[in-house]
């Protein structure tokens, strides 16, 4: 006899979608508080920045200067985004989002990078183009230099505290995963550290094209090396909102989960001895720390209902254990008509 249980859904610890998540033996709460206080150092540094670069640039006419001003206040705003994003992911599970409200991150960091974009790299092309059109040469003053490079200065200062919270960050969270930071920063789904962390990168670059320009354009005496330095930081701007752009978007899609998280599961799966054929197992990526599962399993023939249930109880249990972001499993099990070999298992898609 074949038996046959299309889905059978283990939920821990709770009767409320989705409030499993926060019981699962390996999930850390302080991992979201970290990103969010992430996110409220950088938008703190960035306001004020952004105000000292704007009084720099309309005391010394100088539209790189204008320029990084309105990358700091669209950096602001951004932190505003990710805030907003951070606090809605955490919002509870219900019956019109029975997985939960993870991919509020996503959308949220998609918007951010939409808005590096359109309010930093397009006004940073715009004065660019409007001083090099306008041309000519400005003879400034030993005040306004002052006060130009050293608001360069200080930006540079808290923008480098700012980014060095953020790789801390990061590297706690490679660390936790075993990856190093390079593949962390390329595939950790948290969106929110990583935006900030792309977001200052391009800051500090911004700053240093910035003090270029300016310092050229007195000493060649021409305002083209102003706007050429205030496109230049236009052209960093938009390589920061691309990668980001493309992260979220496919996070958005319903990217599955990591290759080790995937592997980690597999593995777990198949210690239990009455697992015969892992049939598909498939993963999605429903918010920074959540990812759900769903697979089809091939199981020890004689297995009744009750020892199936008792099975996925387990193999959910151990997995919350071993794989703390699974927070969601679905699966369907078929008694093996006749024996398997065992480890000889068909590819699955991921």
């Given at each position: 006899?074949?038996?046959?249980?299309?889905?059978?859904?283990?939920?821990?610890?709770?009767?409320?979608?989705?409030?499993?998540?926060?019981?699962?033996?390996?999930?850390?709460?302080?991992?979201?508080?970290?990103?969010?206080?992430?996110?409220?150092?950088?938008?703190?540094?960035?306001?004020?920045?952004?105000?000292?670069?704007?009084?720099?640039?309309?005391?010394?006419?100088?539209?790189?200067?204008?320029?990084?001003?309105?990358?700091?206040?669209?950096?602001?705003?951004?932190?505003?985004?990710?805030?907003?994003?951070?606090?809605?992911?955490?919002?509870?599970?219900?019956?019109?989002?029975?997985?939960?409200?993870?991919?509020?991150?996503?959308?949220?960091?998609?918007?951010?990078?939409?808005?590096?974009?359109?309010?930093?790299?397009?006004?940073?092309?715009?004065?660019?183009?409007?001083?090099?059109?306008?041309?000519?040469?400005?003879?400034?003053?030993?005040?306004?230099?002052l006060v130009g490079f050293g608001v360069l200065a200080m930006a540079f200062v808290f923008e480098s505290i700012s980014f060095s919270v953020a790789i801390r960050?990061?590297?706690?969270?490679a660390s936790a995963h075993g990856w190093t930071l390079g593949h962390y920063i390329r595939k950790s789904p948290d969106l929110s550290t990583k935006t900030v962390?792309?977001?200052?990168?391009?800051?500090?670059?911004?700053?240093?094209?910035?003090?270029?320009?300016?310092?050229?354009?007195?000493?060649?005496?021409?305002?083209?090396?102003?706007?050429?330095?205030?496109?230049?930081?236009?052209?960093?701007?938009?390589?920061?909102?691309?990668?980001?752009?493309?992260?979220?978007?496919?996070?958005?899609?319903?990217?599955?989960?990591?290759?080790?998280?995937?592997?980690?599961?597999?593995?777990?799966?198949?210690?239990?001895?009455?697992?015969?054929?892992?049939?598909?197992?498939?993963?999605?990526?429903?918010?920074?720390?959540?990812?759900?599962?769903?697979?089809?399993?091939?199981?020890?023939?004689g297995l009744t209902t009750l020892p199936i249930e008792d099975l996925i109880a387990r193999i959910d249990e151990k997995l919350g254990e071993v794989v703390p972001?699974?927070?969601?499993?679905?699966?369907?099990?078929?008694?093996?008509?006749?024996?398997?070999?065992?480890?000889?298992?068909?590819?699955?898609?991921?």
């Amino acid at each position: 006899m074949v038996h046959k249980i299309t889905p059978i859904t283990y939920v821990r610890g709770s009767d409320e979608p989705g409030d499993h998540l926060f019981d699962l033996p390996g999930y850390d709460a302080s991992m979201a508080e970290e990103s969010r206080s992430t996110v409220i150092a950088a938008m703190a540094t960035n306001l004020g920045i952004a105000l000292g670069k704007l009084v720099a640039g309309v005391f010394t006419h100088s539209s790189a200067l204008l320029a990084e001003s309105g990358h700091s206040f669209a950096d602001t705003m951004n932190q505003v985004f990710l805030l907003v994003g951070i606090n809605l992911s955490d919002s509870k599970a219900d019956a019109t989002h029975p997985h939960g409200y993870g991919k509020e991150g996503f959308f949220w960091s998609f918007l951010a990078a939409l808005f590096i974009f359109v309010a930093g790299a397009t006004f940073s092309v715009y004065e660019g183009i409007r001083t090099l059109v306008e041309g000519g040469s400005r003879d400034r003053s030993g005040t306004e230099l002052l006060v130009g490079f050293g608001v360069l200065a200080m930006a540079f200062v808290f923008e480098s505290i700012s980014f060095s919270v953020a790789i801390r960050a990061l590297q706690r969270g490679a660390s936790a995963h075993g990856w190093t930071l390079g593949h962390y920063i390329r595939k950790s789904p948290d969106l929110s550290t990583k935006t900030v962390f792309w977001e200052d990168g391009a800051a500090l670059t911004g700053l240093t094209i910035a003090a270029i320009g300016l310092l050229l354009s007195q000493l060649l005496a021409s305002e083209v090396w102003d706007g050429l330095a205030s496109i230049g930081i236009g052209g960093v701007l938009s390589v920061a909102a691309l990668i980001l752009g493309l992260q979220s978007r496919s996070l958005l899609l319903g990217a599955a989960a990591s290759e080790e998280t995937r592997a980690a599961i597999r593995a777990t799966v198949e210690s239990f001895p009455e697992v015969e054929v892992i049939v598909r197992l498939l993963t999605m990526q429903l918010g920074t720390h959540s990812v759900l599962v769903t697979g089809e399993l091939h199981v020890r023939p004689g297995l009744t209902t009750l020892p199936i249930e008792d099975l996925i109880a387990r193999i959910d249990e151990k997995l919350g254990e071993v794989v703390p972001e699974v927070s969601d499993t679905f699966w369907e099990l078929h008694a093996v008509p006749e024996p398997v070999a065992r480890r000889t298992r068909p590819s699955s898609t991921p």
